[in-house]
Nanobody
Framework: QVQLVESGGGLVQAGGSLRLSCAAS????????MGWYRQAPGKQRELVAT???????SYADSVKGRFTISRDNAKNTVDLQMNSLKPEDTALYYC????????????WGRGTQVTVSS
């Protein structure tokens, strides 16, 4: 069973930065894509950013220009650099990985809390 472990969350003031990291128990080459999602209290989980095995990336409009997703194949990690943080970025951030097709296998971490104070 694949395990994803997030780290790097915390409390930061608006305008500050945090770097989240997701460590996978398997080679990230085995995943079609990995990504970060977030869920704020009372809201649905939403996609933040994804990175494919080709290293192509995509971002939610709300974080474009502020967040950067990257992967380190040697360390089996996927990071999310978050700059210019806003109070509305406050949420529990989850790492996600997808492997295979028809149907794909989906894996989730347990989440790391990010709190941005105004």
């Amino acid at each position: 069973q694949v395990q994803l472990v997030e780290s790097g969350g915390g409390l930061v003031q608006a305008g500050g930065s945090l770097r989240l990291s997701c460590a996978a128990s398997a080679s990230i080459f085995s995943f079609n894509a990995m990504g970060w999602y977030r869920q704020a209290p009372g809201k649905q989980r939403e996609l933040v950013a994804t990175i494919a095995s080709t290293s192509s990336t995509s971002y939610a409009d709300s974080v474009k220009g502020r967040f950067t997703i990257s992967r380190d194949n040697a360390k089996n990690t996927v990071d999310l650099q978050m700059n210019s943080l806003k109070p509305e970025d406050t949420a529990l951030y989850y790492c996600n990985a997808k492997r295979g097709i028809m149907p794909p296998q989906i894996y989730w971490g347990r989440g790391t809390q990010v709190t941005v104070s105004s």
